[in-house]
């Protein structure tokens, strides 16, 4: 019954992703801001498959639920979900997502660096891409579809650059659907430039040190200024940032449409 607080009704719960993702320490700070640890409330590690399959039982079953949710995201396609409001401003107000790269990419890689410094799309163009790959398309293939799909904007990115030859190019990421499917578009424009591309998947801080060390040569999963604030602070001077591939990105909690009552992380306390 809707009697009971509602911490009890989702076990003092938010049901969260991957632990290094900056999502999960802004929601520990936030846990705190909104004394919910007072009532402890935990935050659920898991992953984003986890954490979207946790929110699906949960719509199936009308059940309140308390989720990390991002937007670009096809869960909020996928789902009647709202972002609760944000009143502290825990979470900022929008997030790009950056283009870094490893020192010396400029000089030794000119092609490489010219392309990845002009990649930049928009939340409705990764959502395409993201779609395909959770209807359980290849990220390879939904790459190329895409690629084919917008030879204009594409064209942008590589105007006036050379075709390379026997050059490779290693590229780190994090799973995220939002990540899986701007790594494999870029790949495969530096692909189509001549480039053999590799891309390992792993979490956030070795993406960050693998570019300090030059043990990759770019990541684009750099969710800024707040997501990714601590490593950007951790490795400055050991990268070149490249700006935005994306811009207006979004961080917060997110609940259900039919929790009707919450809509501040303030409500959560009811
Ligand atoms: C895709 S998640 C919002 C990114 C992160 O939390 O670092």
Do not use: C
Not at 120 to 131: C, E
Not at 171 to 182: H, L, P, R
Request: positive net charge; without cysteine.
């Amino acid at each position: 019954n809707n009697k009971e607080k509602l911490g009890s009704q989702v076990n003092y719960t938010i049901t969260g992703i991957d632990a290094g993702a900056g999502i999960m320490s802004s929601t520990q700070t936030a846990l705190k801001s909104y004394g919910l640890d007072k009532d402890n409330w935990q935050l659920q590690t898991s992953s984003t498959a986890a954490m979207t399959s946790t929110l699906d039982k949960a719509i199936q079953d009308k059940r309140p639920i308390v989720v990390t949710g991002w937007q670009p995201h096809w869960m909020f396609t996928k789902y009647p979900i709202k972002f609760l409001k944000d009143p502290k401003n825990v979470y900022g107000k929008a997030e790009h997502i950056n283009t870094i790269v490893r020192k010396g990419l400029k000089t030794d890689k000119p092609e490489a660096y010219k392309i990845l410094d002009r990649f930049h799309w928009t939340p409705a163009q990764m959502s395409k891409v993201m779609l395909k790959v959770n209807d359980g398309m290849d990220p390879e293939k939904a790459a190329k579809q895409w690629i084919k799909a917008n030879p204009k904007l594409v064209g942008e990115w590589t105007k006036g650059v050379k075709k390379v030859h026997g050059q490779s190019l290693k590229m780190t990421y994090v799973a995220w659907d939002s990540e899986i499917a701007s790594t494999n578009v870029i790949a495969q424009v530096l692909r189509n430039q001549g480039y053999k591309v590799t891309i390992q998947a792993m979490e956030i801080q070795p993406v960050w040190a693998s570019i300090a060390t030059g043990a990759a040569d770019a990541q684009v999963s750099a969710w800024l200024p707040k997501t990714s604030g601590l490593f950007y602070k951790d490795y400055k001077g050991r990268f070149d940032d490249l700006g935005p591939n994306l811009n207006g990105a979004k961080v917060g909690l997110a609940v259900p449409k039919y929790m009707t009552n919450i809509n501040s992380i303030e409500d959560l306390k009811n």
